[in-house]
């Protein structure tokens, strides 16, 4: 593991904090900063600001210079802060034992080298001396090193109110509130797209100028992707991109002119202002009325009137009130009229999730004499409220009365339910469902009870659980309220409310919650499909289901576990393949015992008696069944493995017959699992390896046969040799060689250098800024996040960049003597460019338009 002054190395957005240091350092007498903070021996916190914060300290000191450039930024500092002061200010980021944020965040304050002290009562924000500039904030956390932990922040600490500084910013413009909040992208798009393609359109200018005095209601991205559907937009209405492209493409620039500047009035009207007026007189020419609770009323009759969503938001130019639609100067030809608001069976039918709930309303009408309860519901001119159970909250229903059959098959299910419980029954549980009146969740709440049709009553005092008659089933929740209908509302539930005690029903044990999905891997990553896998393969089931005991279990969802095995190196999102992957990591590891392995982080999840969420909360460890301890933070759940992140809390007092259930987001490690044994070098055999390296620079040589290699967190290198091996990188800058055969190589999070050598390689360079290789025959190349470079040979065969990015990645030719772009033979065939290299070699780009490829794209 590496020290502060390695990281800062590593990372360019550091060099101004080293070179600042190593200024100190020369120019103080006795200074020893830079060895002090690469000493291992010391046990430190750091803050440590970015190039960016070091920038806007230098801006914020009168620098009229770029502040991206590190260089002029540090020659201005060191030319005009005295060294003393840049000592004081440096110390003053440095205390003197090792801080997690939590610790911090515990204590409220950090006491530094230089003496002053940081004020951290409300992370992530840091209070410093300073008062005349705005505090640092904590942009990344945690990060453990050799000699302590490092924290990153956006602002430079300041111990002292330094002379020079200029004043908190000016109020933003208009277009600098656009600009600023990503909600209005594309309102910001817009406007400039009509200032290009609008003879003399200047609104993005006019709206900065801090002089004028305008108000403007600013449509959110929403708004517009609600435009763009009312217009025939078919595409993702949350996709900026596909909404700006859309608009642009279909309604003409004079016609968008329009409409934006129907949304700017001059002059500064506070919500007050308009509601006196009740008109608004914009620069369009056009009129816009006040309307009730809110509303604002244009000039188009058929789609709904938009809502202000924030009002009287000061500007340096004017006053902004956002809208939730866009408004409409004229009647825009191609929209659909605004739909007619569905009636509760409407909302029923037109959502498979409730398929069973309207198999079983038609099944009671047909089957009791004078039933009509689909006709009742689908009148418009009603007035109901209906708590709405899911197919699942049937399916868990049909399981508690004794369905053996798969729980998510909703022809099993209803055909069960109907033959097995009398039409009166269903009738009454229906009907249980249902109360008069519109009552939303607020009401619900406030009453604490519900009076339903059928007569009973359901209890409502702790929200989102409701509490019905039978006292042997874990009651429902809500899962989602307030769903408008024409004739009332709707709430979903996850579970069936029930007016009587069912007879033979037993609460489920923690392996039949578990099991409750069924077997088998599907879609649904917030069920149980691994952690049952896991379970039985551990040999636990039994023990869990058993009613002679009394436990807590946290139960990791699918989410979880697939996030563990990413972590580990895994590049999918397949509940299979991710258990595969743990399976093998897990036998790397244990060196060939994964059960014990398993069955070790298996009991770290479970505690040997039930406790309820409010319980958990209010202790500070708590004890597991494997030995180990797991201690509690706010609403996470901190195990023993400092690599991985926390587990949270997202399901609670799930009730079973031998105790209770909690949904968790990750998997609690109990160990630091991936932690090696210090082994530098280590050489597979002619056979197939599964070889795993800790957190050391190590080589690995997996020699012959098919290898499965999983690298730690060091700077490593991982040859595969002969054999289809598989290769993955962690978090260091590692090299990684295929070796012959068609290998499948995995950098992961590092700057890594990875190449195929022979065979039809499959290589994904992962995060950091990668060097690829594919070397001989034909192989996949995917650079991943990062700025990468794909480097090509003379032989090295028809290759595929399948994620190649024009904006930062580059291709390296050198070795063919090219002189330049020109010398290429590209050409385009559907969504891919292809570039002859001669002699059968070539590359395709996926989905790359061989216009926006530059020089700078390549290197000769």
Do not use: C
Not at 161 to 184: S, W, Y
Not at 275 to 284: I, K, P, R
Not at 523 to 539: H, P
């Amino acid at each position: 593991m590496t020290t502060f002054v390695g990281i800062a190395r590593h990372i360019p957005q550091f060099s101004i904090l080293l070179e600042t240091l190593s200024y100190i350092d020369a120019n103080i007498e006795g200074s020893n900063l830079v060895a002090t903070l690469n000493d291992r021996h010391q046990s430190l916190t750091v803050f440590a600001p970015t190039n960016n914060a070091f920038g806007q300290l230098a801006a914020d000191l009168g620098f009229a210079g770029n502040p991206h450039d590190a260089a002029a930024v540090t020659a201005f500092l060191v030319g005009n802060v005295d060294v003393a002061t840049l000592n004081a200010v440096v110390t003053y980021h440095v205390a003197g034992t090792a801080l997690s944020a939590h610790q911090i965040a515990n204590a409220g304050a950090v006491e530094t080298l230089q003496g002053g002290s940081i004020g951290a009562g409300s992370l992530p924000n840091l209070v410093d001396a300073e008062p005349d500039l705005a505090d640092p904030r904590l942009i990344a956390t945690d990060i453990h090193v050799a000699n302590g932990v490092l924290h990153v922040i956006d602002r430079v600490l300041l111990p002292i109110d330094l002379p020079g500084n200029t004043p908190a910013p000016a109020e933003p413009t208009i277009a600098a509130i656009a600009i600023e909040d990503p909600n209005f992208s594309i309102l910001v798009d817009t406007l400039q797209f009509i200032d290009a393609n609008l003879a003399d359109s200047d609104l993005v200018g006019t709206l900065s100028d801090a002089n004028g005095d305008f108000t403007v209601f600013a449509p959110t991205n929403a708004a517009f992707g609600q435009l763009a559907v009312d217009l025939g937009f078919d595409g993702d209405a949350a996709d900026a991109a596909a909404v700006t492209a859309f608009l642009t493409e279909n309604v003409p620039v004079e016609t968008l002119n329009a409409v934006v500047t129907y949304h700017v009035a001059g002059g500064a009207l506070t919500l007050a202002d308009i509601a006196a007026s009740g008109t608004v007189e914009t620069v369009q020419g056009g009129t816009i009325t006040a309307g009730p609770d809110g509303t604002l009323v244009d000039l188009e009759p058929d789609l709904a009137d938009p809502t202000l969503i924030a009002t009287d938001l000061p500007a340096a130019n004017g006053i902004v009130h956002v809208i939730d639609r866009v408004l409409l100067p004229v009647d825009l030809p191609g929209n659909s009229p605004a739909p007619v608001e569905p009636t509760i069976v409407d909302i029923a039918l037109g959502d498979t999730n409730f398929s069973i709930l309207v198999a079983a309303l038609q099944f009671i009408d047909g089957n009791l004499e004078g039933s009509d309860l689909v006709g009742t519901l689908a009148d418009a001119g009603g007035d109901f409220t209906v708590f709405a159970p899911t197919n699942a909250a049937f399916g868990q229903l049909a399981v508690d009365l004794g369905f053996a059959g798969d729980a998510s098959d909703t022809a099993a299910v209803t055909t069960f339910l109907v033959e097995n419980v009398d039409v009166e029954t269903l009738n009454a549980v229906v009907t249980y469902h249902v109360a008069g009146g519109t009552l939303l969740a607020a009401d619900i709440a406030a009453a604490g009870t519900v009076q339903t049709l059928q007569g009973g009553e359901i209890g409502a005092g702790e929200l989102p659980t409701l509490s019905d008659q039978e006292p042997d089933l874990i009651d429902p929740s809500l899962i989602a309220t307030d769903i408008p209908a024409a004739n009332g509302v709707v709430h979903v539930i996850d579970r069936v409310l029930l007016p009587v005690d069912l007879a033979d029903n037993d609460a489920p044990s923690i392996t039949d919650i578990v099991a409750a999905s069924g077997e088998g891997f599907d879609d649904n990553n917030a069920d149980f499909d691994i952690l049952l896998e896991a379970v039985k393969t551990a040999g636990l089931a039994e023990t869990l289901a058993s009613a002679d005991v009394d436990l807590t279990v946290f139960a990791p969802n699918d989410d979880a576990f697939v996030k563990l095995a990413q972590d580990i190196g895994f590049d999918g999102s397949d509940e299979g393949d991710a258990w595969t992957y743990l399976v093998d990591a897990l036998t790397v590891v244990s060196k060939g015992d994964p059960v014990s392995l398993l069955t070790d982080v298996l009991t770290y999840h479970v505690a040997g008696t039930s406790l309820q969420a409010s319980q958990v909360l209010g202790l500070d460890n708590i004890t597991t069944l494997q030995g180990g301890t797991v201690a509690v933070a706010d609403a996470a759940l901190i195990d023993n493995d400092p690599e991985t992140f926390d587990a949270n809390l997202i399901a609670t007092d799930i009730q079973a017959n031998n105790g209770i259930v909690h949904v968790i987001d990750e998997v609690l490690i109990p160990t630091d699992l991936l932690a090696g044994n210090n082994t530098d070098l280590e050489i597979g055999t002619d056979g197939r390896d599964y070889i795993h390296t800790g957190r050391g620079d190590d080589f690995v040589n997996g020699k012959g046969g098919k290898d499965f290699i999983l690298l730690g967190s060091g700077d490593d290198v991982g040859f595969g040799g002969d054999g289809r091996d598989l290769i993955s990188g962690w978090r260091g800058d590692d090299h990684i060689d295929g070796g012959g055969d068609s290998d499948r190589l995995y950098g992961g999070k590092g700057d890594d250098m990875v190449s195929g050598g022979a065979g039809r390689d499959m290589i994904f360079g992962g995060r950091g800024d990668d060097i690829i290789n594919g070397g001989t025959e034909d192989d996949m190349l995917f650079g991943g996040r990062g700025a990468d470079t794909f480097i090509f040979v003379e032989g090295d065969g028809m290759d595929k960049i399948r994620d190649f990015n024009h904006r930062q990645d580059q291709i390296d030719l050198s070795a063919y003597g090219f002189d330049g772009i020109d010398d290429l033979g590209i050409s385009t065939s559907g969504h891919s460019t292809h570039i002859d290299l001669g002699n059968d070699d070539g590359i395709t780009l996926a989905w790359v338009n061989a216009g926006n490829l530059t020089e700078d794209n390549f290197i000769f």
